[in-house]
């Protein structure tokens, strides 16, 4: 009995805050979890450029709207649902993945949640654990599934690393330098035949 588990942006659908950043013009928004491998300190960062330029939950969830899943993504879920079990474990919040995880037909997302005050300021975040991609990947091998994961980002590496079997997503130089112990699939032909190789 296998599960896979999954990230979601960059392998689904956008990075959502490279496009939120190209929408608002803010240059500081382009880093993501492939370029600071401290989640704490990006989400901080993050917050405080929102406070400078006034953005609220509104604005990103407005950029969010216009998104669309990568082409083949759906299909890729699809496929992946009918030979296993599917969860997508995302450092993304659940005011943000709505309009994506509808397009997707819903898949079992695990994220986090925002705080957000009486004026549609995001004033912090709440992560749903400690270390939350290792721990769902333990939390299915206590139940006796065996885990194969794969991701693109540095928040990814916990997950990957504690997983039976894992694989790189399209990832970038530095991440692909640091971790060189993961296969490599570029695109989701490439994916679909590792996952085969795994079961």
Not at 58 to 65: L, S
């Amino acid at each position: 009995m296998h599960v896979i588990c999954s990230d979601l942006e960059g392998v689904f659908v956008p990075e959502v805050w490279i496009n939120v950043s190209k929408k608002t013009g803010i240059e500081e928004l382009k880093l993501t979890t492939r370029d600071i491998k401290d989640y704490d300190e990006l989400m901080n960062y993050r917050l405080k450029i929102l406070d400078k330029h006034g953005l609220k939950l509104k604005d990103i969830q407005d950029v969010i709207a216009t998104l669309k899943p990568l082409d083949g993504a759906m299909e890729m879920i699809k496929w992946m649902q009918s030979v296993s079990r599917v969860i997508i474990v995302s450092d993304t919040f659940v005011e943000f993945a709505d309009p994506l995880m509808r397009q997707l037909d819903y898949p079992t997302l695990f994220c986090h949640s925002l705080e957000v005050d009486e004026t549609n300021r995001i004033t912090g975040y709440k992560l749903r654990q400690k270390d939350p991609k290792r721990m769902v990947v333990k939390a299915l091998q206590s139940l006796n599934y065996e885990v194969i994961a794969f991701g693109d980002s540095y928040n990814d590496m916990s997950m990957l690393e504690q997983a039976d079997k894992a694989f790189l997503y399209r990832p970038p130089q530095n991440v692909i330098n640091d971790y060189p112990q993961f296969p490599i699939a570029l695109n989701y032909d490439e994916m679909r035949n590792l996952l085969e190789s795994m079961f």
